[in-house]
């Protein structure tokens, strides 16, 4: 039986990952963050995973790398700092095609910052944190339900194009209360590894499918292949060659942007009839809702689309909102991040306007709807 | 040994190794060891970081991971944990080891996870061209130390065994058949084990200070090395400026993995 209950956005990412079939956790306690450590060693032994507390963040992720090679499906959480620290093991995930999700509490940066305050600061670090060119995929929960939710569709993607996912929460949604539906696990779908079709013999570890993604086996299975961060071949083996460098790069680029379509999540609220666009998204949409609403109610005609999924950022359908708006506004809580990438995507079609906060507090919905009206 | 290659060495051979490294002297002692416990290869896992002696992985026929830098004993403490089944063992050099990977080493001994840990002393840090490591001896040359190197050298096997590892053994390339004893036990062992392997890098550590060509160096470690037993009767004179080979430190205490069983069985009553 489903239960209704009142949790917090961090317990919701944690009960969506028990009930995506994560077994295990590796992490490094850091604000705001904490909870999904401590309620993962408190709830994974109970179903039988296993919780590690590391040396430090770089030995979290690299520990559930290590166990993602074992068929676990695997959760690291993080902030600031700590999402610094695990950007080397993001690109040797990356490259090394090993499925794990990570999740960012965004908190105020640089550096320490301002550990217990909200930020959205991190979202290009998201995409360009790690070196060398990769691809990303990056999902931005705005409530404790769509937590759960996206926590188990992060697995999803995670497990599907055989990379990193990053869960980009901000501190407004993981200490956040809300009510929310939990069915009973269960009834839920748990994301499924492709695994190799043909016996150890005839098995190179990277040869992909037309989908771009080569199946993956599992360490002790007799398999026995190699996995590294060098650039390789489809037997997994260095190979520096131009060509095979090229074809390794463009691969990993490619399992994603063929399949953008099914990778994009976005939601449209208000936005038929509207002439101000607000794109945004995490904890900074529901203040937008509120202020499309007492907007409306003086006739101002505003809607909403927010990004759901942030990497691969949804080019096309900005595209086609710049063509149907008369201006769009990027409220986000950093100096200015995803308003670039919705400029160029608009292509100069429509004005985008910034509206940047990073003074530690949320933007407030009368705030935004000032912004609106002085537009 | 051909039968060895053939059954644990991958068709991948030349290695990438300069002539006369030990790396590979070390490396065999390794299969002699796996081959002599009988260990399943299907269910045996090698993690190594970056750096020369790392590169052994990509040679062995196991499931192999060449992780990052200084990051192998995070990757194998999460194969480990997440499948207790699986043998594990580390391969690492004395710069990914204890300098950049220093902070998991000590960690990784402190929890007591069953892995074994070949470290690869060559004393320098080969890959990228000869600069001195945290096991570079005080008063070395390196690239990086033209004047000499002014720091001392950490002894790999006491910080071990101080961190909490309940295995500790060092052996030599010139050694080779006790360097296979020795990790064969570390494998044996119930516990987290460190095996110390002194190898010789003639062309980096070996050049730029006039140790002289390969044999040279492996005759070195003839004369310095010190077998535990021995080195009983040896007054600290006597002493001087040898070093101690064999199992240096062996003791009991519970096993990380198995005492996680034990986490499981509490959680799952006080759930029911």
């Given amino acids: ?375 | 040994m051909e039968k060895l290659i053939e059954k644990y060495y991958r068709p991948r051979l030349p290695h990438i190794w300069c002539p006369g490294c030990g790396n590979g002297i070390v490396t065999s002692s390794i299969i002699k060891a796996i081959d002599k416990l009988g260990l399943d290869q299907d269910k045996t896992v090698i993690v190594s970081g970056i750096g020369c002696s790392s590169r052994a992985s990509g040679y062995l026929n196991f499931d192999t991971v060449h992780s990052l830098h200084g990051r192998a004993l995070p990757v194998a403490t999460g194969i480990k944990l997440a499948d207790p089944e699986l043998n594990v063992i580390v391969i690492t050099g004395d710069g990914d080891g204890t300098a950049i990977g220093g902070n998991h080493f000590i960690h990784t001994a402190r929890r007591n996870i069953n892995l074994t840990v070949i470290l690869f002393n060559n004393n320098i840090y080969g890959m990228t061209g000869g600069q001195y490591s945290p096991l570079t001896p005080t008063d070395s040359k390196a690239t990086t130390a033209p004047y000499g190197t002014l720091e001392r050298a950490f002894d790999i096997a006491e910080l071990a065994k101080a961190a909490g590892a309940t295995y500790v053994a060092r052996g030599t390339a010139f050694h080779a058949n006790m360097l296979v004893d020795v990790i064969a036990k570390g494998i044996s062992h119930d516990g987290f084990s460190l095996i110390e392997a002194v190898t010789q890098c003639p062309i980096y550590f070996g050049r730029q200070n006039k140790k002289g060509d390969a044999s040279a160096m492996l005759k070195t470690q003839r004369d310095n090395a010190v077998t535990v037993e021995a080195a009983k009767k040896l007054s600290p004179e006597q002493l001087e400026g040898k070093f101690k080979i064999g199992v240096l430190h062996q003791s009991e205490a519970p096993e990380y993995t198995k005492q996680y069983q034990g986490i499981i069985d509490r959680a799952q009553k006080g759930a029911k």
Wanted: proline share 7%; hydrophobic share 40%.
């Fill in chain 1, 1 to 375: 039986m489903a239960k209704v209950l009142l949790l917090q956005g961090n317990q919701a990412c944690a009960e969506g990952a028990i009930a995506a079939g994560v077994t295990f956790f590796a992490g490094y306690p850091i604000t705001p963050s904490t909870e999904i450590a401590e309620i993962m060693a408190k709830r994974l032994p109970e179903v039988g995973g296993k919780f590690i507390q590391m040396e430090d963040e770089i030995a979290g992720i690299g520990a559930i790398v290590g166990a993602s090679l074992t068929g676990k499906k695997v959760l690291t959480a993080t902030s600031g700092p700590g999402f610094s620290l695990k950007q080397e093991f993001i690109g040797y995930a990356t490259i090394a095609e090993v499925p794990i999700v990570i999740a960012n509490v965004q908190r105020v940066g640089p550096s320490t910052g301002q550990p217990t305050a909200p930020a959205q600061g991190d979202m290009m670090q998201a995409r360009w944190g790690t070196h060398g060119d990769h691809p990303v995929i990056a999902l931005t929960p705005a409530s404790v339900p769509e937590c759960f939710t996206l926590t188990i569709k992060a697995y999803e993607l995670s497990e599907k194009y055989r990379m990193p996912v990053l869960l980009m929460l901000d501190e407004i949604i993981g200490h956040m209360r809300e009510k929310i539906e939990i069915p009973e696990y269960d009834t839920i779908e748990k994301p499924v590894r492709k695994g190799p079709r043909v016996g150890p013999s005839e098995f190179k570890a990277y040869e992909p499918d037309s989908d771009g993604v080569p199946p993956m086996a599992d360490f002790g299975t007799g398999y026995r292949y190699h996995v590294t961060g060098l650039v390789h071949d489809e037997t997994g083996f260095p190979n520096g060659s131009p060509a095979a460098t090229e074809k390794l790069l463009k691969r990993l680029h490619e399992k994603v942007e063929r399949d953008i379509d099914n990778i994009t999540m976005y939601e449209e609220y208000k936005l038929d009839d509207a002439e101000i666009a607000i794109v945004t998204y995490g904890g900074t949409a529901r203040s937008a809702y509120a202020a499309i609403d007492m907007a409306r109610e003086e006739g101002i005609k505003v809607g909403m689309f927010r990004l759901i999924s942030v990497w691969p950022f949804p080019e096309k359908e900005i595209a086609q909102l710049a063509q149907k708006v008369k201006v769009i506004v990027v409220p986000e809580l950093n100096y200015g991040q995803m308003v670039g990438e919705v400029k160029k995507a608009a292509e100069g079609k429509v004005p985008v306007k910034p509206m940047s906060k990073y003074d530690s507090e949320p933007i407030s919905p009368k705030e935004l709807l000032a912004f609106v009206k002085n537009l």
